[in-house]
């Protein structure tokens, strides 16, 4: 456990280091949040509506901007290959750098979006279903995230074949999570929604870093 | 005990090398020459278990390193052309936070004394990105002196170093050769170190 604790910690002092990295895909969402209710006009039924759908569409593009960097430095500089090499299981340290990259490109959104969530007149108790499904929804985003960010490294253009590989495996996560909070507006209740996220979360927690480890190690094959 | 053999590799269809033997022992080291673009850093990375293994065999303490390569991991240190220096950290921390990565507690003293070792004291809280290339080099390098590794794959240590660094580079790696450490390097300059010494000549 001391190599997970060393890569989370090294990651998030780079990230301290160099704050507009992590500062752009936050403000990435708040601005797409900010857009839509100026777009779409006053109406507050409308509004109410397209809500979850539009908050989760932000989260998940913005989880998305900042995964083309989870694994691009540390292949270019070599620290990947020390990974490789380490006696610590790769799969352990990716596991960490997935946690940095959650709670630097993730947390973030999830203590923003109940805010943003106010400018679509969303009732309180949706507004906690809602952090509650992001809080759930965007580790799953970060786990499958980082598969796509291991298939596609080194690749000429990669940036744009992982979008194209990653945002179809991001459908589920997206209904279940958006539907949460339209489940809960239309009284039907959201804790199967919620259940769902949760497994899915707890699979992908379990499969991701093992499936990330083995496409490293084949991008690092030159 | 580090041996190699029949090992081959080729790349698509052409033949980088073909049935490569060796035997390290302990306190022996191994210096690896050819032209560029024979394939000495392919070797190196086979060996280290970067590339796949096509053909031969790499056994470490007679076990083959295929069988458990976590083992193996667990005494190796490998430094290669990327330095896998953080640019936005300074040295000590690059040299923490690797050092732990490898599962080695290194306190920020330990840390410190290897730095100055290579002659980095004035640079030891400077970031890496306003570093030149020997330094960090040497910040590399400074990795080894912590090391507790038995076998040290080094591609190209020499390159890029001042004389007294290199100086202080072979008394670093004479050191480890006392220790009964292996060493196997690559260099295109006459290495000179304590203990046995081979020269395998590879050639396409």
Known sequence: MRGFAAVLRRDLLLAMRRKNEVVTAIFFFVVVAALFPLGIGPEQNTLRLVAPGILWIGALLASLLSLGRLFASDFADGSLEQMALSPNSLSLLVAAKISAHWLLSGLPLVLLAPLLGLQFDLPSTALWILTLSLLLGTPVLSLIGAIGAALTLGVRGGDVLLSLLVLPLYVPTLIFGAGAVQAEMSGLGSAAHLSILAAMALVAAVFSPWASAACLRLALET | ?204
Not at chain 2, 9 to 22: E, K, P, Q, Y
Not at chain 2, 46 to 61: F, K, P
Not at chain 2, 183 to 199: D, E, F, I, Y
Request: glycine letters at 8%; one cysteine or more.
């Open chain 2, 1 to 204: 005990m580090l041996s190699v053999s029949s090992l081959s590799f080729s790349r698509g269809h052409r033949c980088l090398f073909a049935d490569v033997n060796f035997t390290l022992q302990p306190g022996q080291w191994l210096h690896v020459e050819g032209g560029n673009g024979v394939g000495k850093t392919t070797l190196l990375r086979l060996i280290c278990g970067l590339n796949a293994l096509e053909q031969g065999e790499i056994t470490w303490h007679n076990q083959s390193v295929a069988k458990d390569p976590d083992l193996f991991r667990a005494e190796l240190a490998y430094l290669g052309h990327p330095l896998a220096l953080k640019e936005d950290l300074t040295p000590v921390e690059n040299i923490l936070a690797s050092a732990a990565v490898c599962g080695l507690h290194l306190s920020q003293g330990d840390a410190m004394a290897a730095l100055t070792k290579m002659g980095l004291e004035g640079a030891a809280h400077l970031p890496v990105r306003v570093l030149s290339q020997g330094q960090k080099r040497r910040t590399a390098l400074a990795r080894l002196v912590v090391s507790d590794a038995r076998l040290w794959i080094l591609d190209e240590p020499f390159v890029a170093l001042d004389t007294p660094a290199q100086e202080v580079l072979c008394d670093v790696l004479n050191a480890h050769l006392n220790r009964q450490g292996m060493l196997l390097l690559t260099s295109h300059q006459a290495v000179n170190l304590a203990g046995q010494g081979q020269t395998y000549r590879l050639s396409a």
